[in-house]
């Protein structure tokens, strides 16, 4: 659903959202849920389709995910998300992240996942020795500022490329994203949220213009 599905203003994410999300880990249940759904409703996705409306003039329309859980082959059946996500791609599965959960508001950026064509795309451009070392240089910085970089990784070298290859660790990457976490702090409630999540996005912007400049057809 597109990020235009509400004219309200971004005020914070309400304590309501995270205590929401505390229950529902406790009881991921049907009938919780029908229960509380107003509480979802106003106190979680009404304040993510705002905070997504705010970011939307400088980053692009944003996906404000469904909250119900694909459990058709999953081991585990509880039938709802235990956070709520907001994605704005710039190519498949590549952009930028928010989410908040019972933990608080969390900010990602990097690629998700990529098809053979996009990941060996991204390992070209990484054992590339100027563009490899461009993208070493971005996640030094990020780390040195203490966010966390993640990702699937290859418990192996990828096929085609050697061990001993400099950049061997990024290589086995199958999804890269940094991660900050904001926590449930004060400022998670307040408008000033906002600033926060505009200013880390704009902080990975770099990786994410990376990871879609080496992947373009």
């Known amino acids: 659903m597109s990020s235009g599905d509400t004219g309200a203003a971004f005020s914070g994410i309400p304590v309501a959202a995270l205590d929401f999300y505390d229950d529902l880990e406790m009881d991921n249940t049907r009938t919780f849920w029908e229960k509380h759904k107003q509480v979802y409703l106003e106190s979680v996705r009404a304040p993510m389709?705002?905070?997504a409306a705010a970011l939307e003039p400088e980053f692009g329309a944003a996906k404000v995910f469904r909250p119900y859980r694909d459990v058709r082959f999953a081991k585990d059946k509880t039938p709802y998300k235990t956070h709520q996500g907001v994605f704005v791609p710039v190519g498949p599965a590549t952009g930028w992240?928010?989410?908040?959960?019972?933990?608080?508001?969390?900010?990602?950026?990097?690629?998700?996942?990529?098809?053979?064509?996009?990941?060996g795309q991204i390992r070209d451009a990484i054992g590339d020795e100027r563009t490899g070392a461009e993208l070493e240089g971005l996640l030094a910085g990020l780390r040195a500022e203490g966010w966390e970089i993640g990702g699937d990784r290859l418990k192996t070298s990828p096929r085609g490329w050697p061990a001993d290859h400099p950049r061997i660790e990024l290589l086995r990457h199958r999804s890269l994203t940094a991660h900050h976490d904001l926590g449930f702090e004060p400022v998670v409630?307040?408008?000033?949220?906002?600033?926060?999540?505009?200013?880390?996005?704009?902080r990975m912007r770099p990786l994410v213009e990376w990871v879609d400049r080496h992947t373009r057809d």
């Open 49 to 51: 389709l705002a905070l």
């Open 97 to 119: 992240y928010v989410q908040v959960s019972a933990r608080g508001v969390s900010t990602d950026a990097g690629f998700y996942r990529a098809d053979a064509t996009r990941l």
């Open 189 to 202: 409630h307040t408008p000033e949220l906002l600033d926060l999540v505009r200013a880390d996005w704009r």
